[in-house]
Structures are given as structure tokens and as C-alpha cells.
Nanobody, 114 residues
Framework: QVQLVESGGGFVQPGGSLRLSCAAS????????LAWYRQAPAKQRELVAA???????NYADSVKGRFTISRDNAKNTVYLQMNSLKPEDTAVYYC????????WGQGTQVTVSS
């Protein structure tokens, strides 16, 4: 069975950093598109960053220059390094993997507040 498990969320002050990890089991990342989404209360889920099996990367305009997505196929893990965090980054962050269908993690809370 496919499982995606996020970790690394927490509470940070504005300007701080967090590194999110998503460990997968039951699936190989080698041919998948991997992505991070986030959803704030009363808002739609939005794509934050995506990385293809070939290494192509796309970011939401709101996080460009601050967030970095990376993947380690050997470890079946995708990361999201988040720097210069802002209160508007507060959300539940979800890992997703796309092969013949989409798989989702359970989410990890990121709260940015002073």
C-alpha cells in the first residue's frame, strides 16, 4: 500500500525557517511528479511547488525565492525547505505524488506567527 508521511512542521516566527520531509512507501519516486500543496483555514488547497522525475521544478509565485523543493529518489523522499517564512504561509502542508493516480499524505501544520 502506498503511504506518504509528512514531517517537520511546527511553529516559527516570521523570518524563520522549516524543512518539511515526505517519506514514501509502496511507491517509487523515480517516475513520479512530486508536489507540495497547502491549505489554510477557509481557503482552497493550492500548489506550492512541484518537481518532476526529470528535475523540472515549478513554484507558486508567492513562494519563489523563499522555498526550495528537492527529491531523493533513492530514499523515496521529497523535501520542502522554507525560508523567510511569513504569517501568510500558515497552513497545513500536504505531500502529493502523481503516477497513474494521485496519492496524498496526511498533512503537517505550519504556523508562522510572532
Amino acid at each position: 500500500q502506498v503511504q506518504l508521511v509528512e514531517s517537520g512542521g511546527g511553529f516559527v516566527q516570521p523570518g524563520g525557517s522549516l524543512r518539511l520531509s515526505c517519506a514514501a512507501s509502496g511507491i517509487s519516486f523515480s517516475v513520479n511528479v512530486l508536489a507540495w500543496y497547502r491549505q489554510a483555514p477557509a481557503k482552497q488547497r493550492e500548489l506550492v511547488a512541484a518537481i518532476s522525475s526529470g528535475g523540472r521544478i515549478n513554484y507558486a509565485d508567492s513562494v519563489k525565492g523563499r522555498f526550495t523543493i528537492s527529491r531523493d529518489n533513492a530514499k523515496n523522499t521529497v523535501y520542502l525547505q522554507m525560508n523567510s517564512l511569513k504569517p501568510e504561509d500558515t497552513a497545513v502542508y500536504y505531500c502529493a505524488a502523481q503516477s497513474t493516480r494521485a496519492y496524498w499524505g496526511q498533512g503537517t501544520q505550519v504556523t508562522v506567527s510572532s
